[in-house]
């Protein structure tokens, strides 16, 4: 067994995570773009993340998980039948709504998972 | 619990890779088709690859000083990186591909894959100044472009991780217990008990911990009777919790945890829990969880009835029940007190066929009671002809016990051979992991898995796709025998809840089939549960852990099933003979320091005489005695019916017995260890398992560990190594690691191979053992880890005891621990065969020596032959008993008695009959001659010889004396005394190192051990007994002072007469023969002539005795220079005296006033 590693941060923020389409309900470390504990990785779109819970600590790997949608708001994870990325997050719903002004292979793509 | 796959990933993800990139190619295409202008600069180099620069992309990467998943996966990168390249070439894309423009409309029709991925990579482009003319230079924008495949390839790995999260939360979400969440957490919450039931796989053992942790409990402890479980489950639970890598989630068992402060959820033994449940050491549990009640361990029994009163008194902690779906009812009852509130949850079973008796067996009695094999076979011949060999599924047999699964899986094996379409695995304990592992694996496709196994398979080892089960209905089980002490291993009809429970397996995977071998009668003749443990093991550890544990009466103790009274009584009698009890049941120091070592009553005591007796650099052969007594048999079944292998070990046996061969070939091993790289073909050529030598190697450097934690053993100190020595070592240490990680790299590469089983891998034993040599021993690399050279030396010269001392004080350490576990032959032994060889323990007559022991072997070993009987003895002796006079009679001293065929004593060694006997009898009781001394009112020892009976037991009485002295004076030593005069007398003690006093002892001891006396040995039959005392009314005179130990007081026995001379030497109780009667008449009616004064007179033994000891003046003066008396104190047993010759008052006990007395007369 690893030895427990000491809590560096006095004070750990957690983010509940609750996903509105599919129920996936987590506690995440950070929320925004520039994740500390990974300082490699900037992402275009705040986020949900976790450190990875399935690498050891301090390798700076990270898990993101999803965020909230761009146009309502509501928090979705990142399973292509709940939300949708491009450039930003969309949540499926609204994403549908705003089918026609997404380029042909994002269109393509929605209309796939629709059927399914 | 069951196994549960393990956490890795097992899909395999190059594959699934591929057809996600199949998938990225169709997009790509259409892309291609409706926007033929998005591609621009594709007309760069046909055969470009980012892999030309793998160097500099490293150096770069790698030079960013953060960790992160590229950096952390380096090579798997480089061959996703190649996969996308060819998956873009294969496609017509070019590979470079740019970032798009940054625009801000933000519903652009421009796409861009990129603009689908979250994730950008901030590592900073270095200039590597490597300049090729060949190719293109590696400038910052090509760089921007490679760091896009970083991203999708972080995204990628982003995608995977998620989807095993997700796929972990639905496992979850689809157990049965999940839908009971809310109703379990509410119920804990509200009320004291909690019972959950379900059956195996409903999910409660991993899941009801973290329900619980999650509803803001926080210190929750598990359960698990076994220890195996504990590990798996903490590591499954934290895997659950995502905190694999922390140590929220925990466990504890014996010599071995990984709980911290951080520690929220424990799971701990049985035994390990009950231990803490001494108030001190009880941590702050708030939720105690017990799991698997329904397997009624003995521990677990006990530990629900400390709890059952613990909950009274700390109204703080709540109680978890947990068990299959057995007998609810019984715990419901037993905790109606405390209203237990019961959720059942049932289990995923499908719908099982069940057929009594699929086979007509004719039920005539087979002759030679041997099993038979043919209805198996037939179900096997009846399962191809009506279940289509497309249609999956397994079968699962359950028989009693080895040799029945042996004889099945031969002829399961042979029907197999005919169409190849089995594949026949037997399962039990006695298996290797590896080879218990294989049930696991996958049989190739229209090939069914059979497993012949014992109840293993029940409960404790869940196999999925079993739909066939087969039920012998028979069971082997230890039962124990507390007024013989004896173990048996019988075969016995299961009950119905095992019969069900075996039923339940054909029905985990899909609908099945179970067919009863037996009728359906039987099945209603069977009893409704099986036997608890409490009724049918020896219960002398666990009443001592409850006198330990402040339990006042154990005779009252609320169990959910009583023990037998007469099991409690006989447990209790053994403990007092250990003396971890006194006679009114007050738990002794000894018996406290026994009790905190957890393990049986006997090794633990071997622990403690090893402690106090043996010099620090010897103390390694009591605990690997220990060890090799407390694991399983070293050897394999091979090794007693293989001539080769007996051959190979005769060497390194030992004639003392089976104990010292143990240690001897233990030793033997290391010796092979340090000299040579290997072990295991040395093993091999032994028929000796060498897993076994490992494990017996860890529990001694355990017992180590304990005996230093119980303050009995000093730490030593580390050893100082020069830097040479150190430089060799790190060496050493790297390499080991590194082969370490070779192995661990290629279990992991095996594990993600899903495991195919060959169809004839029924022979694959051998190929496995002979294979096996060039591949890393794991094991050996771990053993090398954990000892060095010098270790292993220091193992070897500390365990070796072949001669000497050493030797003798071993022997009489382990006897001693073993005590009263004595046979002594029977008086026809010498005219029959080695197998007929019969001898008599003081619990139980008419026993034989185990086949596969060293005296079962070679039982003349233990006869005396021709020369050792002293046939010329004196007519003048009178002695006219026929019995054998001789100065070699030995007796055997045992670790237990078994059962099976026969009763057998198993593990015994040999020990000279009188000293031993004389040493450590706990009542030896003589007549006024000392010519005819009994030993437990069991054994008569008759010495011809006058004054020879009394010589070696006067030596007896005083090396014992001696050396309880010096154990109490180690238990006391290791038991910090609480207040501060305790501490203070200690002080005052005449500090005389160990190291002298266990010097001189074990110079007494051997000298004692060797001495040469003759006598004869008779077992006393109930008949004999009641003539041999002489009875009350011949009480004899107290004798002051007293001889055989100045301080203690003389008192009369009750009912045999004679006189207590010490508290286990009765004088003057065994009535006189003829023979005696006249020996004595004529030895000490004779004037007698002290050989160190002048004084001749008459006097009996005693008398002599007292002379030589008191008063005589060579002594006096002898003494006088030994002890200054200026120095005494005044002693417990000390009187007023007035001296009429010297008229002075002193406090004098009965010796110093007679020493007073003759130097006052001599002025
Ligand atoms: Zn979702
Ligand atoms: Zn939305």
């Known amino acids: ?116 | 619990m069951g196994r549960s796959p393990s956490p890795g990933r097992s899909n395999n993800y190059y594959k699934r890779r591929r057809s996600r990139s199949r998938d990225r190619d169709k997009d790509r295409y259409k892309v291609r088709k409706t926007s033929p202008g998005s591609s621009t600069s594709n007309r760069i180099e046909e055969d470009f690859s980012f892999t030309y620069y793998k160097r500099e992309l490293n150096k770069i990467i790698l030079s960013s000083n953060e960790s992160n998943t590229v950096v952390n996966n380096l090579d798997d990168f480089w061959v996703f990186l190649k996969k996308y390249e060819a998956t873009l070439k294969k496609a017509g894309k070019p590979i470079i591909d740019y970032d798009p423009e940054e625009n801000s409309d933000e519903s652009s029709q421009n796409f861009s894959k990129f603009h689908c991925i979250n994730f950008t990579s901030s590592i900073k482009f270095v200039d590597t100044a490597c300049y090729d003319r060949d190719r293109k230079k590696l400038d910052k924008k090509l760089f921007q472009a490679f760091m896009n495949i970083v991203s999708i390839y972080t995204d990628f790995k982003n995608k995977e991780k998620f989807e095993k999260l997700r796929k972990l939360r639905q496992a979850q979400k689809d157990l049965p217990v999940a839908k009971y969440r809310n109703e379990i957490v509410s119920a804990v919450q509200n009320e004291r008990v909690v019972v959950v039931a379900g059956d195996t796989g409903c999910g409660k053992s991993t899941q009801v911990p973290q329900y619980l942790h999650e509803a803001g409990f926080q210190s929750i402890a598990c359960t698990q009777p076994r220890r195996i479980a504990c590990v798996s489950l903490s590591k499954r639970v934290a895997y659950e919790m995502l905190t694999q890598f922390e140590s929220k989630v925990g466990y504890q068992i014996r010599f071995e945890k990984s709980k911290t402060a951080d520690t929220k959820i424990c799971f701990i033994t049985e035994g390990l829990l009950l231990r803490q449940m001494s108030s001190e050491n009880l941590p702050n549990y708030d939720v105690i969880i017990l799991d698997e009640v329904h397997e009624r361990h003995l521990m677990g029994d006990f530990l629900l009835g400390i709890l059952k009163c613990l909950i009274h008194s700390r109204n703080d902690i709540k109680l978890v029940l947990m068990s299959a779906t057995i007998n609810i009812k019984l715990f419901e009852d037993y905790f109606s007190a405390e209203s237990a509130v019961v959720i059942q949850v049932p289990g995923r079973l499908f719908p099982i066929q069940l057929h009594y008796k699929p086979i007509l067996v004719e039920d005539k009695p087979t002759r030679d009671d041997r099993l038979d094999p043919q209805p198996y076979v037939q179900v096997m011949q009846l399962i191809d002809n009506k279940y289509p060999r497309d249609e999956r599924g397994d079968l699962l047999i359950f028989m009693s016990g080895v040799q029945e699964i042996t004889a099945i899986a031969e002829a399961a094996q042979q029907y197999a051979e005919k169409d190849k379409k089995w594949i026949v695995l037997p399962l039990h304990s006695g298996l290797s992991l590896a080879e218990q592992d294989k049930v696991f694996d996958y049989p190739p496709d229209g090939v069914r898995k059979c497993i012949v196994s014992t109840n293993i398979a029940e409960t404790s080892v869940t196999i999925d796709g079993i739909r066939f089960v087969v039920d012998s209905g028979k069971v082997k089980e230890m039962s124990y025998d507390s007024t013989s002490k004896m173990q048996r291993l019988k075969e016995f009809w299961i009950s119905k809840a095992s019969a069900d429970q075996r039923k339940g397996r054909a029905g985990r995977t899909g609908p099945g089939v179970c067919y009863r071998i037996y009728s359906e009668q039987q099945y209603n003749d069977m009893e409704s549960f099986s036997t608890p443990e409490v009724s049918r093991v020896p219960l002398a550890s666990l009443l001592l852990l409850m006198s330990s544990l402040g339990v006042s009466d154990v005779r009252r103790f609320p169990f959910l099933d009583a023990p037998p009274d007469d099991a409690v009584e006989n447990a209790l009698l053994e403990l007092k003979q250990h003396g971890a009890l006194t006679s009114n049941e007050k738990l002794t120091a000894l018996g406290r320091t026994l009790a905190n070592l957890p393990v049986e009553v006997c090794l633990a005591k071997t622990l403690v005489l090893g402690a106090a007796t043996l010099p620090p650099h010897k103390l390694d052969s009591a605990l690997a005695l220990a060890a090799a007594l407390g694991i399983r048999s070293i050897y394999t079944t091979r090794a007693h019916r293989d001539f080769e292998c007996e051959n190979a070990r005769r060497p390194d046996e030992s004639d003392h017995g089976d104990p010292l061969t143990l240690l001897s070939l233990y030793c033997a091993w290391l010796r092979e260890k340090r000299d040579t790289r290997g072990g295991r073909a040395w093993c091999r050529r032994r028929g000796i398992e060498e897993q076994r030598l490992y494990e017996l190697t860890k529990l001694a450097a355990q017992l180590r560990n304990l005996l230093q934690d119980n303050n009995l053993m000093e730490a030593p100190e580390p050893a100082s190594m020069s830097s040479s020595e150190r430089a060799l070592r790190h060496g050493q240490m790297k390499q080991l690691k590194d082969a370490r990680r070779q192995f661990k790299q290629k279990a992991a590469n095996d594990l993600k191979r899903k495991k195919r089983l060959k169809v004839d891998s029924w022979e694959i034993v051998d190929e496995n053992t002979n294979a096996d040599d060039d591949v890393i021993d794991i094991r050996d690399v771990e053993f090398r880890m954990t000892n060095d050279a010098a270790r292993i030396q220091s193992l070897i010269a500390g365990s070796s005891a072949s001669s000497g001392r050493d030797l003798v004080m071993l022997k009489v350490v382990l006897c001693r621990a073993l005590y009263p576990q004595v046979a002594v032959a029977d008086n026809f032994n010498h005219h029959k065969s080695i197998s007929e060889q019969l001898y008599h323990t003081w619990s139980k007559p008419f026993v034989y020596l185990h086949p596969t022991s060293y005296f079962g072997k070679l039982p003349r070993t233990l006869q005396l032959t021709e020369a050792d009987i002293h046939s010329d003895l004196p007519v003048s002796l009178g002695f006219d008993s026929k019995l054998p006079v001789s100065s070699k009679h030995q007796i055997l001293c045992y670790l237990s008695l078994l059962e099976t065929t026969k009763p057998y004593i198993v593990n015994s060694m040999r020990m000279p009959a009188a000293q031993t006997l004389l040493l450590l009898a706990h009542s030896i009781e003589t007549n006024i001659g000392f010519t005819r001394i009994v030993c437990d009112s069991w054994l008569l020892l008759e010495f011809p010889y006058p004054e020879s009976g009394l010589n070696l037991l006067l030596k007896a009485v005083k090396l014992r004396r001696r050396w309880d002295a010096l154990i109490n004076r180690r238990i006391a030593d290791a038991t910090p005394t609480k207040s501060v005069e305790s501490e203070l007398e200690k002080e005052k003690l005449p500090k005389i190192s160990y190291d002298e006093t266990q010097h001189d002892l074990s110079c007494d001891m051997s000298t004692y051990m060797n001495s040469e006396v003759y006598y004869t040995i008779k077992r006393l039959l109930p008949g004999d007994l009641k003539v041999i005392y002489a009875g009350y009314d011949e009480a004899h005179p107290s004798i002051e002072p007293n001889p055989f130990d100045e301080t203690f007081v003389c008192r009369p026995h009750e009912k045999k007469g004679g006189v207590y001379v010490t508290d286990n030497v009765v004088y003057n109780c065994v009535v006189d023969t003829l023979w005696s009667a006249k020996n004595y008449e004529e030895t000490y009616s004779e004037p007698w002539k002290c050989s160190n004064c002048e004084l001749t007179v008459c006097l009996s033994p005693v008398e002599r005795l007292q002379h030589t000891h008191f008063t005589c003046s060579a002594k006096e003066e002898k003494k006088d220079v030994e002890a200054p008396r200026s120095s005494r104190e005044i002693k417990p047993n000390a009187k007023e005296y007035v001296c009429d010759v010297c008229k002075v008052t002193l406090y004098l006990t009965p010796v110093e006033i007679l020493k007073h007395k003759k130097g006052c007369k001599m002025k």
């Open chain 1, 1 to 116: 067994m690893e030895a427990s590693t000491p809590n560096e941060e006095p004070v750990q923020i957690i983010y509940d995570f609750k996903c509105t389409s599919c129920g996936i309900d987590e506690k995440t470390h950070y929320k925004g773009t520039n994740p500390p504990f990974s300082r490699n990785i900037v992402l275009k779109y705040p986020s949900y993340v976790m450190k990875d819970p399935f690498s050891p600590p301090g390798k700076g790997e990270i898990l993101v998980l999803g965020s909230d949608c761009t146009i309502c708001g509501q928090t979705v994870c990142i399973n292509k039948e709940c939300s949708l990325f491009y450039k930003k997050n969309y949540c499926l719903d609204c994403a549908k709504n705003l089918i026609e002004t997404f380029p042909v292979e994002i269109k393509n793509k929605l209309v796939q998972i629709k059927k399914k």
